[in-house]
């Protein structure tokens, strides 16, 4: 399709995302309850509701909330004992690295698959040394890992499985919840996030000895009023955040919807553009509608990513280049040797040609073809 005259440019700026913003009088009803209990922290009524709700939602057989998706994936490295080294992925935000550090595990990155842009099981066995406790596997953007190819090396090597499903909510490999997978999977629920609680996160988990320790290690190690069983964190969801969450969760549905017909017209209208390839996943993945990624090839593309990101600033559009830089080539990782780019061609050339647009359901069909416009534009005016 030839755009000829120049599009016009987005009035205000269209960023990546937008959180669903429910109606006002919604929150103020859920928050009116939390007023009249006099109940704002600690595992109060909205609390409790929401991790119910959540554990349905989410398929998962036991599920914990916290504050943030970082001190979840931090206690589950507690809970799950992680030491020494743990095999991960370089593709992902810096909170999954970070994670680790805090724990005083050494990240060791493994190469991702050149597809699905997840950790590629085939690359972890090479890895795995005596220090080697773990494998933390991230379901990137809405894509789930090689759930089965993880576990296999895992049992392989008598390896921990956590997952960072930051993205991944309502994600389902063959039908299942990525919540049933591994030993332990995190959800991150900020404002970001197709569903969110501003910020929020959880932690699901199929063993019930596993769920009551996390749940200590959430609240600094407290048992009763008698008893500290071990070292815990400060990790537990308030009352203000689980009210915005149930209120939030009402309308993901909808906007799962939304963003399935924002991703056809991207799919018809950018996937046939040269160089670029659109992200479309195996029939056996459900998608959670996290992110809508293209790759520009800039070898056959007639712009590269990065002129493309840049140009498309000019219409007033963010569209964000996750998960560029590249976390082994951070300066706190670079100098471990699972970093050095020869070990990580796959993924240093990923980083190099992702772009996120903007996917969010108030954008609307009309705003993705005008964004598809712009594309087409710089495309044809590079
Ligand atoms: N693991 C993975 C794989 C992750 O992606 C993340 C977080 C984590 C772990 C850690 O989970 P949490 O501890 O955060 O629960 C954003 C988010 O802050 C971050 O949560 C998320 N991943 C990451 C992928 O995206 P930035 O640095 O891109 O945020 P920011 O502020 O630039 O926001 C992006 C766009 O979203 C803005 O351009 C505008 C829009 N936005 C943002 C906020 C906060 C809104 O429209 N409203 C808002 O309230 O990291």
Redesign the pocket.
Known sequence: MVISASPVPFAEPV?????IVPPMEEFVRELESVWRSGWFANGGAQHRTLEDALRNTLGARHLSLFN????A?TVACRALRLSGEVITTPF??P??PHVLSWNNITPVFADIDPVTMTIDPTRIGELVTERTTGILG?H?YGMACDVDGIQKIAEEYGLRVLY?G??SFGTEVDGRPVAQFGDAT?F??????LFHSA???ALAVSDPLLKNRIDLLKNFGIKNENEVVMPGINGKMNEIQAALGLVVLRHVDAEREARGRLAKVYDERLGSLEGVSVFSLPGHVRSSMQYYVIRVDEKVAPVGRDRLYEKLREFNV?S?R?FHPLCSSLNCYRSHPSASPQNLPVANRIAGEVLALPFFGALGVEGANRVSDMIHHIFQNP
Not at 15 to 19: D, N, Q, S
Not at 68 to 71: R, V
């Open positions: 960023f990546v995302t937008r959180p943030n998706g970082t001190i994936l992902t935000f909170a999954t991230v990137v960072d930051a993205h995190m991150s629920f900020h404002a970001t996030k910020e929020g996160g963010f964000r996750y």
